[in-house]
């Protein structure tokens, strides 16, 4: 199995800029080379100075947290794709749930989101989960893929390629609940089966899908050694150098 693991960390809207600093350069001394793909996705004004510290490390990357859908243009306040790529950031998180709920972000628009991304030139990691009255209602499953379908599935299989999904059930978020091993498996399985379902089995065996929701360096080991598990997008746990260093180091051997 050839996937890319990957650890992402969703600062949120937290850290000044000296303090996002310096997160980023004990990140960046305390990380070994390894096969495992490790991102950081600070605040917007972060981008840059963030990046510079990433480029001397072969494996640690940067995302944005969200851009526009439009290149540029009368949007007051508002980030496009291109300038995110203009600060050496090579990914963006679009979809979170975070966005969907106080933003009213919704499929069509992340749709637009997701394109722009890809035509300049970063790769989306795209959010899907769902909240605790739809899991309770056993709905979940059909949710989840209709997210997919909203905003992903429209794509070539040439640009989904590019595109890392994270499972990110909201009742998780931020909750200290984590989802079970098993709930997360179960999940990424079905994420997986739609993906070949759409675009055949190589490449839905390709896409990385990662876990957030209450990750840390406690439950990550178990979380990580499931088979459709490929990683995790960290929100609290990544604020801290030594306990995101340990999620990092939590894929079995
Ligand atoms: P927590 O790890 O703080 O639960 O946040 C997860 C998340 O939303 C990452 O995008």
Same mark, same amino acid.
């Given at each position: 199995m050839n996937r890319t693991r990957i650890v992402a960390g969703n600062w949120k809207m937290n850290k000044s800029y000296e303090e996002g600093r310096d997160l980023a350069k004990a990140i960046a001394e305390n990380l070994q080379p390894s096969e495992t793909v490790v991102v950081l996705a600070p605040p917007f004004i972060h981008l840059r100075g963030v990046a510079a510290i990433a480029e001397g490390v072969s494996n640690l990357h940067v995302a944005a947290q969200n851009c526009h859908q439009e290149?540029?243009?009368? /949007?007051? *306040? $508002?980030?496009?794709?291109?300038?995110?790529?203009?600060?050496? +950031?090579?990914?963006?998180?679009?979809?979170?749930?975070?966005?969907?709920? /106080?933003? *009213? $972000?919704d499929g069509p628009l992340l749709a637009d989101k997701v394109k +722009?991304?890809?035509a300049a030139g970063l790769?989306?990691?795209?959010c899907c989960g769902e909240p605790l009255e739809i899991?309770?209602?056993?709905?979940?499953?059909?949710l989840v893929v209709e997210q997919l379908e909203a905003s992903v599935f429209?794509?070539?299989?040439?640009d989904f390629a590019k595109v890392v999904i994270a499972y990110e059930p909201v009742w998780a978020i931020g909750t200290g609940r984590t989802a079970s091993p098993e709930q997360a498996q179960d999940m990424h399985k079905e994420i997986r089966d739609a993906i070949a379902k759409k675009y055949g089995r190589d490449l839905a065996q390709q896409t990385?899908?990662?876990?957030?929701g209450s990750?840390?360096?406690?439950?990550?080991?178990?979380l990580f050694s499931q088979p459709?598990?490929?990683?995790?997008?960290?929100?609290?746990?990544?604020?801290?150098?030594?306990?995101?260093m340990a999620i990092i180091g939590s894929f079995p051997a």
């Open positions: 290149n540029s243009g009368a /949007y007051t *306040g $508002e980030i496009s794709a291109p300038m995110v790529r203009s600060t050496g +950031a090579e990914y963006v998180i679009l979809g979170h749930s975070e966005r969907r709920q /106080y933003f *009213g $972000e +722009a991304a890809l790769k989306p990691i795209f899991r309770e209602a056993g709905a979940h499953v059909a429209d794509l070539s299989p040439e990385s899908i990662l876990y957030g990750c840390k360096a406690s439950n990550a080991p178990e459709d598990v490929d990683g995790g997008l960290i929100g609290g746990a990544s604020l801290d150098t030594k306990e995101f």
